[in-house]
C-alpha cells in the first residue's frame, strides 16, 4: 500500500513558499533538464493545489481563513511578478490555473488594503503581461489576466499614461489571428470599459492617439481595418467622448479618410465607415473646410448613396442613409 495516500496536504502558506522556492532557484535548475522537468511537474502540483485553496473543488470548499493566509503570504513574498515572469515555464494547464489564481488574488485585500494597491506600486506586472503579446504561447493567458486587470480603473489608468499602451497598435496586427484578436479584444476593453477617465486620457493624448490610430484604418489586415472603424464609430458616438468627436469631425483629412472606406471592396468596412462619415455630415455646425469637401462632392456623393447597401434590410440605417442624402442636397 503507498503511503502518499497518508501524507499531509499543505497549508497556504507552504504552498506560496514551495512557489517562491521553484522560482527563486530557476536559473540554477534550468541547468539541468532532467531537474528541470522535474521542477515543472513539482510547479503544476503547487499550482494546482493552490487553485483548490481560492475555488475549492468537488470535494473540498473554499476556506475564507485560508484563502486570507494564501494571498497575504502570497502579496508578502511578492511572487505574483515572479509568476507573469516565468509564465512560458510553467506546462500548459499550469499557466491557465496561473491565470485563475491572479485573477482570483486581484480581487482581495491583504490588511485592509487591496492587491490592486499592491500591483499599483508594481507596474512591471502590467508591463510584462503586455508584452507576453510578442510571445505566443502565452499571449492569450496573458490577456485573460491583462483584461481582468483593466475591470479596476487605477489600473487601467495605469497602463494607457504608460508607453506600453501605443504596443497594441502593433499587437492587433501580429500574423497570428489568435493572438491579434485577443489584442484588440483588451484594447477595445481599455478604450471603452471606464468611459471618462478614457475620455480625459484621449483629450490629453488627442494627436498621438488619433495618429496611430490612422494607421490601424489603413491596415493591409481586413480584421484589423474593419475592427478599428467599428470601435471608432463607437467611440465618437459615446456620449463620454463628445469633444474627441467634435475635433475628430473638424479635420478633413479624416474626413476624406472615411469617404475612401466608404468605396471600400469589402462590403462590411463600407457599413462600418458609413456610421463615422454620417457624424460628419449630421453635424450641425460643420466647419468650413468639411462642408467644402461634401459640397465639392455633393453630386458625386448623392449618386454614390443612392446606391449604398440597398439590399439591406435595416430600417435605422435606411433612415439615416435618407436623412444624410437630404443634408448634402441642402449644401
Not at 471600400?264 to 460628419?280: L, T
Request: aromatic fraction near 10%; avoid cysteine.
Amino acid at each position: 500500500m503507498s503511503f502518499s495516500f497518508f501524507k499531509k496536504k499543505k497549508s497556504p502558506v507552504e504552498l506560496v513558499r514551495g512557489i517562491q522556492e521553484i522560482l527563486h532557484t530557476l536559473p540554477e535548475r534550468q541547468r539541468d533538464p532532467r531537474n528541470m522537468e522535474k521542477t515543472v511537474e513539482e510547479l503544476s502540483k503547487l499550482l494546482a493545489a493552490t487553485k483548490v485553496v481560492l475555488y475549492g473543488d468537488a470535494e473540498n470548499e473554499a476556506n475564507p481563513e485560508s484563502i486570507a493566509q494564501l494571498v497575504s503570504e502570497t502579496v508578502q513574498s511578492d511572487i505574483l511578478p515572479l509568476l507573469i515572469t516565468n509564465l512560458e515555464v510553467a506546462e500548459f494547464e499550469s499557466r491557465k490555473d496561473i491565470a485563475m489564481i491572479f485573477n482570483a488574488i486581484l480581487r482581495r485585500e491583504v490588511g485592509g488594503q487591496s492587491v490592486v494597491q499592491y500591483l499599483l506600486v508594481h507596474p512591471e506586472v502590467i508591463e510584462t503581461l503586455v508584452r507576453s503579446y510578442e510571445n505566443v504561447p502565452i499571449a492569450l493567458t496573458a490577456g485573460n489576466m491583462l483584461r481582468e486587470l483593466l475591470s479596476y480603473e487605477v489600473l487601467a489608468r495605469q497602463l494607457l499614461e504608460s508607453e506600453s499602451f501605443y504596443k497594441f497598435f502593433s499587437y492587433v496586427e501580429m500574423s497570428n489571428f489568435d493572438v491579434s484578436s485577443d489584442a484588440f479584444a483588451t484594447f477595445k476593453d481599455l478604450l471603452t470599459r471606464h468611459k471618462a477617465m478614457v475620455a480625459d486620457f484621449l483629450a490629453r493624448n488627442y494627436d498621438r492617439v488619433m495618429s496611430s490610430y490612422a494607421t490601424l484604418l489603413n491596415s493591409q489586415n481586413y480584421v484589423t481595418r474593419r475592427q478599428s472603424i467599428k470601435l471608432l464609430g463607437e467611440l465618437l458616438l459615446d456620449r463620454a467622448n463628445f469633444s474627441i468627436m467634435t475635433h475628430y469631425i473638424s479635420e478633413p483629412n479624416n474626413l476624406k479618410s472615411m469617404m475612401m472606406l466608404l468605396r471600400d471592396h469589402s462590403k462590411n468596412i463600407q457599413f462600418e465607415a458609413f456610421h463615422v462619415f454620417k457624424v460628419f455630415v449630421a453635424n450641425p455646425q460643420k466647419p468650413a473646410p468639411i462642408v467644402e469637401i461634401l459640397a465639392k462632392n455633393k453630386d458625386k456623393l448623392i449618386q454614390f448613396l443612392t446606391n449604398f447597401h440597398n439590399d439591406k434590410e435595416d430600417e435605422q440605417f435606411n433612415e439615416e442613409k435618407q436623412l444624410l442624402l437630404r443634408e448634402i442636397a441642402r449644401l
